[in-house]
């Protein structure tokens, strides 16, 4: 009987190779299983921010309006800080750039409030929302010193509406003042209402005015005739007091409450007043000691 005959080797051979598929198919799926559990593990600990970007490109000293930025969220990193990227599109909506920023590009903390040179001013002439227009009020900022006695005790802060009292030496002629009606003296009048403090630095006041302000304040601090002191007003009361009707000098106090007016004394065109003799001595004190006899 005559049996079939079958080489090893060749199955052999394929058991090798079944081996071979079968150790590359479970590596293949071991580094795919490896590496999504490290991309969801990354993904896991990966923290996002929303930052300000620009929408379009925003031209440098023109007022950003709220379709140029748009709001991003990106990988947080060192790049994107508190300290320097910009969370919120109305902190930059009325802002002028001083740069151009490209579409795309993440808006910073260093491109705000910022000078021509690029220093940082730490204030806003223009309140968030306000834009410049061809008929839009000429707003500026200006310095005044106001010491503390004269600014509710140095309590003003930045922030605040204030309205502004100006004191200033009215200087009367002499032909004037021989008339017997006027005199030279301080007169004091309420003369900005609702004005608002942008910044503080000890007696020093930056205040948003109009340009027409602003020469008027800069030409009484230059005259050196004018000293400017701050009330302090409610934060709801924005109205704005007539003040045709106000205004005061000394001689409109002292009619008002009934002052007494001084008097020369003595009088300087006549003869010194001597006291009338008194109608009864005073009695002498007397000068006996303890113990002394009272008969002369």
Known sequence: MEMEYRDPSKRGRWIVIAGVVLALAAGGAAFYLINQAQQQAGQGQLQKVNVVVAARPIAARQPVVADDVAVREVPADDTNTDAIAVRDPNAVIGQVLPITVFQGQMITTSMLNTTAGGGTTGF??????????????????????????????GLITAGMTVDVLLSAQINVPQDLMAAGKYYTDKATKITYQNMLVLA????????????????????????????????MRPPTDVRFADASKLGETTNLIIQRYGLP??????????????????ATPSTPASSAGPGASSKP
């Open 200 to 231: 503080k630095t000890g007696s020093g006041y930056v205040v948003k005015v109009t340009l027409a302000q602003a020469e008027e304040i800069t030409h009484l601090v230059a005259t050196g005739n004018a000293q400017f002191s701050m009330i």
């Open 124 to 153: 806003s002439i223009l309140n968030p929302g306000e834009t410049i227009g061809p008929d839009s009020v000429a707003w500026r900022a200006v310095a005044i010193t106001v010491p503390d006695d004269r600014a509710v005790g």
């Open 261 to 278: 007016i001084p008097q020369n004394y003595p009088p300087g065109n006549g003869p010194i007043p001597t006291a009338a003799p008194t």
